[in-house]
């Protein structure tokens, strides 16, 4: 599956960060939206947006 790649960095408070693709976000409306992440078997998570 073709798709886009981003790097995940620890920040100095020991969360970690990265950024979404700015073609994901404007195709999802993320602006200002919540995401719920889920792991899935093997190498791999699932992200929902969150409906408030």
């Excluded at 950024?19 to 602006?31: E, K, M, Q, Y």
């Excluded at 992440?37 to 093997?42: A, D």
Aim: net charge negative; no cysteine.
């Amino acid at each position: 599956m073709a798709g886009n790649e981003t790097t995940v960095n620890q920040s100095t408070n020991s969360q970690y960060r990265t950024i979404v693709p700015r073609a994901l976000a404007d195709a999802n409306d993320l602006n200002g939206k919540k995401l719920a992440w889920f792991t899935e078997p093997g190498n791999a998570f699932h992200v929902e947006i969150v409906d408030e």
